[in-house]
C-alpha cells in the first residue's frame, strides 16, 4: 500500500474518497464497525456544514449519497446576547445563497462517504493499532489482531487521542476550556423554520439546530459550567425542560428533550506540527475548536481536501505523493488557517463571558452595529458560507458551482 489512513471518521473517509483516479493504493484502518446509514429518526449528534464542504463532498460523490431525510438546510442563522439586546440575523438571500449550511448527521455522512470510496481504498472496520513505529522509510501499523501493514505515508485521522501522533511524538496538550456540554434531541413547541440559533449566556453558548423531519426537532448543544451542568442534569425531566425553555429565551416556546441526556467535555488543542517525515495529521489529530461556532468538521473536511491537493500536485510533478515537499505545502496552507481560526473562536468565548457592565455595553452595541450595516452582514454570512478563495480541486472532478 501507499497510503495508510488510521481512522475512518469524517476526515479520513474524505481523504480516503478524494484520492480516487490517483493511481495510489490506500487502506483506512478504522476503530469503529462498518457504516451504514442511519434510519428512523435523525439522531442528536449533528454537524453544520458550510457550502464550501458541501462542494467538496460533492466532488468525491458523497453528497448524492445522503437521503434527503438525514439533511436539514438552514436559510436564517440568529445570534443574540442572552444578557442584553444585542443581536444579529443573517439571510442566506442576501448573499445570493439558497442556504447558509446543512445540518448532517455525523453518522449519516459517515456512510456516505465509506459508500463513495473508490476501487483503490481497502477499508478495515473494527480495528485497533496496537503498535505505531516508524521502520526505515516506511511506517508500521500492527494492529490488536496481530496484523501488520506497512505503507511510505502515515495519515492520522484518529481523533483528539490521536495514536499516530503520540507515535510521531507531536505535541499537542489539551486545554480545557472550563465548559462542558448537555446535548441531544429537542421537541419544540413551534416550527425551527430552518433557522440555526445560538444564545449567549454568562454560563456558555446555547446552540439549537434544526433537524429534518416536521419542523419541530432541533439538536441541542448547550455549553456550560460543569458545577451547573451537573445541577441540570440532575433535574426531573420536567424541571430540565423548564430551564431549557428559560435559557432558549422561549424562542421556539416550550422545549422537551427527548431521550437520555448526555454531557460532553469541551477542550480544545492545536498540534505544534501536522506532518513528520512520511506522516500528517488532520481533522481532531491535528486541531479541536470549541463548538460554538460549528467550525470543527468545516476545518477538518478542509483538511483533507488540502491534502488530497498537495499528494496530487507532487505525483504531477513526479514525485511520491508523500515527497516532504507535499506534506509541507499542506502544513503550511492548514495550519496557520486553523490556528486563527481557535484564536477567534476563544477569543468570542472570552468577549460573552465577561460580565462587566462596560463589556456588555460594547457586545450588544456592536452587534446592533453589525445587524444594521448589510456589507458587514453579508462579509460575515460569506464567511459562513466558507466563501474564502479557491476550493481544492480534486482528482474526482471538478468543483460543483452551485
Not at 312 to 330: E, F, K
Not at 360 to 374: E, F, H, P
Request: hydrophobic residues 45%; aromatic residues 6%; glycine residues 10%.
Amino acid at each position: 500500500m501507499d497510503v495508510m489512513i488510521v481512522g475512518g471518521g469524517m476526515a479520513g473517509g474524505m481523504l480516503a474518497a478524494a484520492l480516487a483516479d490517483t493511481g495510489l493504493r490506500v487502506r483506512v484502518l478504522d476503530a469503529a464497525p462498518e457504516p451504514a446509514m442511519p434510519e428512523g429518526p435523525a439522531r442528536p449528534r449533528v454537524s453544520a456544514l458550510t457550502e464550501a464542504s458541501q462542494r467538496m463532498l460533492s466532488q468525491v460523490d458523497a453528497w448524492a449519497r445522503l437521503p434527503a431525510e438525514r439533511v436539514q438546510a438552514y436559510a436564517r442563522m440568529q445570534v443574540w446576547d442572552g444578557d442584553g439586546t444585542g443581536e444579529v440575523e443573517f439571510d442566506a438571500a442576501s448573499v445570493q445563497a439558497s442556504a447558509l449550511g446543512w445540518i448532517v448527521e455525523n453518522e449519516a455522512l459517515v456512510a456516505a462517504l465509506y459508500a463513495a470510496r473508490p476501487a483503490n481504498v481497502v477499508w478495515h472496520s473494527s480495528v485497533r493499532a496496537r503498535d505505531i513505529r516508524r521502520q526505515g522509510e516506511v511506517w508500521q501499523v500492527t494492529l490488536d489482531d496481530g496484523q501488520v501493514f506497512r505503507a511510505p505515508l502515515l495519515v492520522g485521522a484518529d481523533g483528539a487521542r490521536s495514536r499516530v501522533r503520540d507515535a510521531a511524538g507531536i505535541p499537542a496538550p489539551l486545554q480545557d476550556t472550563g465548559h462542558v456540554a448537555i446535548v441531544g434531541s429537542v421537541r419544540s413547541e413551534h416550527d425551527h423554520g430552518a433557522c440555526a440559533r445560538q444564545r449567549f449566556l454568562t454560563s456558555g453558548p446555547l446552540a439549537l439546530l434544526p433537524l429534518p423531519g416536521d419542523g419541530r426537532d432541533v439538536s441541542l448543544v448547550w455549553s456550560l459550567w460543569p458545577k451547573e451542568a451537573e445541577r441540570l442534569m440532575a433535574l426531573p425531566p420536567e424541571a430540565f425542560d423548564l430551564a431549557l425553555s428559560q435559557a432558549s429565551g422561549g424562542c421556539l416556546g416550550a422545549l422537551a428533550f427527548q431521550g437520555a441526556r448526555q454531557v460532553i467535555p469541551i477542550h480544545t488543542l492545536h498540534a505544534s506540527d501536522y506532518v513528520r517525515p512520511g506522516l500528517a495529521l488532520m481533522g481532531d489529530a491535528a486541531h479541536v475548536v470549541h463548538p460554538l461556532a460549528g467550525q470543527g468538521i468545516n476545518l477538518g473536511l478542509l483538511d483533507a481536501a488540502v491534502l488530497a491537493e498537495e499528494m496530487q500536485r507532487a505525483l504531477s510533478r513526479g514525485l511520491p505523493a508523500w515527497h516532504d515537499s507535499a506534506l509541507n505545502r499542506y502544513q503550511r496552507r492548514r495550519w496557520g488557517h486553523n490556528a486563527l481560526m481557535i484564536r477567534a473562536l476563544s477569543g468570542i468565548k472570552a468577549l460573552f463571558e465577561a460580565n462587566g457592565l462596560e463589556w456588555r455595553w460594547a457586545r450588544n452595541t456592536g452587534m446592533r452595529w453589525v445587524n444594521r450595516l448589510a456589507p458587514v452582514k453579508q462579509m460575515l454570512a460569506r464567511e459562513a458560507l466558507g466563501r474564502k478563495g479557491d476550493l481544492p480541486q480534486l482528482a474526482r472532478g471538478p468543483v460543483i458551482e452551485r
